[in-house]
């Protein structure tokens, strides 16, 4: 967002360069085009990551529940009194696909764990309002379920384990939830890409969700906990294709506004690695920091606090209107609507958040995390960790600059830092 060593290539050249580093990542693999993200579809290049006959690459966390192999089928089964139990991966994945066949026994719960974690020691999660506190030794992370509900049928849909609970039930997609066997043979197909997280089960498309809080970690197969001894859960083909990882990567420099101008009445000062940005109430004039760079497809994410009055991370916007922008913004304020999605001289609110939903998330003067996403018509907006907007199929112009906002006829002082962006 702004005064920025930014990588400036050409939209279209940027494109070309970011679809050629991803066929060349993906041999024989198909590409399909899904809301404007590329999504694995197919591929023939998976490789097993259980070598059907022995637990070798694995380790147990959690409960203690017993682990077998038999006829080259993973076989979990519950201890009763032992809490929820994973069998995990020693090796850490980032983007991958991965493929697996599940059966449980009738009234077991079970999951697959997905860029996961388990730490020796008790370890704090500063999101939302308050913040989430694991204890040592408790696995952590995205889970996809193996529900044992049938007149719910979210097997599937994305869980967090250990921290902030159902992210995708399949409450809306009754198709996917259909798509389940009980008692029988399921194919789980898990594909992870940046921020994307999409399931697939027997073949139908269940999750699709974008969450950038955590972008790499182990895979754990769960048994979960149960009063009854002897229920068994079980898992054959695990196969999967590693895609590398992702990294955050500075956006701004911290000390100059290289890559940025300012249009408009405001003051904006650089300190301790932060922009400090003040506007007084007498003066009508927006103020902007506009980035000199054009950008398409991106994700980024910035700490911001709002002291008082309103501002705004803008995003695809063009420099035009009486505002002196135009286009999107995800919103910052000090008191309401943290997260917001509103269209600057178009449509006002697109998705404006509950004030119950707010206090979930906003920490009113303090340092706040805002992730924006947005990839062809899909635009999401994450604070502290939680999705507070999010549009699938928006109309809107597809690129355009970015920009931090000062609200004209307001007293107004923000701070900015920390700006990044996923590469």
Same mark, same amino acid.
């Given at each position: 967002?702004?005064?920025?060593?930014?990588?400036?290539?050409?939209? *279209?050249?940027?494109?070309?360069? #970011?679809?050629? !580093?991803?066929?060349? &990542?993906? =041999?024989?693999?198909? +590409?399909?085009?899904?809301?404007?993200?590329?999504?694995?579809?197919?591929?023939?290049?998976?490789?097993?990551?259980?070598?059907?006959?022995?637990?070798?690459?694995?380790?147990?966390?959690?409960?203690?529940?017993?682990? *077998?192999?038999?006829?080259?089928? #993973?076989?979990? !089964?519950?201890?009763? &009194?032992? =809490?929820?139990?994973? +069998?995990?991966?020693?090796?850490?994945?980032?983007?991958?696909?991965?493929?697996?066949?599940?059966?449980?026994?009738?009234?077991?719960?079970?999951?697959?764990?997905?860029?996961?974690?388990?730490?020796?020691?008790?370890?704090?999660?500063?999101?939302?309002?308050?913040?989430?506190?694991?204890?040592? &030794?408790?696995?952590?992370?995205?889970?996809?379920?193996?529900?044992?509900?049938?007149?719910?049928?979210?097997?599937?849909?994305?869980?967090?384990?250990?921290?902030?609970?159902?992210?995708?039930?399949?409450?809306?997609?009754?198709?996917?939830?259909?798509?389940?066997?009980?008692?029988?043979?399921?194919?789980?197909?898990?594909?992870?890409?940046?921020?994307?997280?999409?399931?697939?089960?027997?073949?139908?498309?269940?999750?699709?969700?974008?969450?950038?809080?955590?972008?790499?970690?182990?895979?754990?197969?769960?048994?979960?906990?149960?009063?009854?001894?002897?229920?068994?859960?079980?898992?054959?083909?695990?196969?999967?294709?590693?895609?590398?990882?992702?990294?955050?990567?500075?956006?701004?420099?911290?000390?100059?506004?290289?890559?940025?101008?300012?249009?408009?009445?405001?003051?904006?000062?650089?300190?301790?690695?932060?922009?400090?940005?003040?506007?007084?109430?007498?003066?009508?004039?927006?103020?902007?920091?506009?980035?000199?760079?054009?950008?398409?497809?991106?994700?980024?994410?910035?700490?911001?606090?709002?002291?008082?009055?309103?501002?705004?991370?803008?995003?695809?916007?063009?420099?035009?209107?009486?505002?002196?922008?135009?286009?999107?913004?995800?919103?910052?304020?000090?008191?309401?609507?943290?997260?917001?999605?509103?269209?600057?001289?178009?449509?006002?609110?697109?998705?404006?958040?509950?004030?119950?939903?707010?206090?979930?998330?906003?920490?009113?003067?303090?340092?706040?995390?805002?992730?924006?996403?947005?990839?062809?018509?899909?635009?999401?907006?994450?604070?502290?960790?939680?999705?507070?907007?999010?549009?699938?199929?928006?109309?809107?112009?597809?690129?355009?600059?970015?920009?931090?906002?000062?609200?004209?006829?307001?007293?107004?002082?923000?701070?900015?830092?920390?700006?990044?962006?996923?590469?």
């Amino acid at each position: 967002m702004i005064p920025l060593p930014f990588r400036r290539l050409p939209v *279209a050249d940027r494109a070309l360069a #970011i679809l050629c !580093t991803a066929l060349l &990542g993906l =041999p024989l693999a198909s +590409l399909a085009q899904n809301g404007g993200e590329l999504s694995l579809i197919t591929t023939r290049d998976l490789q097993p990551i259980f070598n059907g006959t022995n637990l070798d690459g694995w380790i147990q966390r959690g409960g203690k529940a017993q682990y *077998a192999v038999a006829d080259g089928v #993973i076989v979990g !089964t519950t201890v009763k &009194g032992e =809490p929820n139990s994973f +069998l995990c991966t020693e090796k850490e994945y980032g983007d991958f696909i991965l493929e697996l066949e599940i059966k449980t026994d009738a009234s077991l719960n079970s999951g697959v764990q997905i860029r996961s974690h388990c730490f020796d020691h008790a370890t704090t999660y500063d999101w939302g309002h308050e913040p989430i506190k694991i204890p040592a &030794g408790r696995v952590h992370g995205y889970q996809i379920e193996v529900d044992h509900r049938p007149e719910r049928r979210w097997s599937g849909g994305v869980y967090e384990e250990g921290r902030r609970g159902w992210l995708f039930d399949l409450s809306q997609n009754a198709t996917a939830g259909a798509a389940f066997k009980f008692g029988e043979w399921n194919h789980y197909r898990i594909a992870c890409q940046s921020g994307s997280i999409k399931t697939w089960i027997n073949g139908v498309a269940a999750a699709d969700l974008v969450d950038t809080v955590t972008l790499s970690g182990f895979i754990g197969l769960q048994v979960h906990n149960h009063d009854q001894a002897g229920l068994a859960v079980r898992f054959r083909n695990l196969r999967l294709q590693d895609l590398g990882r992702r990294e955050w990567k500075p956006m701004w420099d911290g000390q100059t506004f290289n890559g940025a101008h300012l249009i408009g009445k405001g003051d904006w000062q650089i300190a301790d690695g932060a922009i400090h940005a003040t506007h007084a109430k007498a003066e009508p004039e927006f103020g902007h920091l506009v980035t000199d760079g054009v950008f398409a497809d991106f994700t980024v994410r910035l700490k911001y606090k709002a002291v008082k009055g309103n501002s705004g991370l803008y995003f695809r916007i063009e420099e035009k209107g009486f505002s002196g922008v135009t286009g999107f913004q995800a919103e910052i304020d000090a008191e309401k609507d943290a997260g917001g999605l509103y269209e600057t001289n178009g449509r006002a609110w697109v998705r404006q958040p509950a004030a119950a939903d707010v206090k979930k998330w906003f920490r009113p003067q303090d340092w706040n995390t805002m992730t924006v996403s947005a990839h062809g018509k899909r635009i999401t907006v994450e604070v502290n960790g939680y999705q507070s907007a999010e549009v699938r199929d928006d109309p809107g112009r597809p690129e355009g600059r970015f920009a931090l906002q000062l609200h004209g006829g307001q007293d107004v002082e923000v701070y900015f830092k920390d700006i990044e962006f996923l590469e």
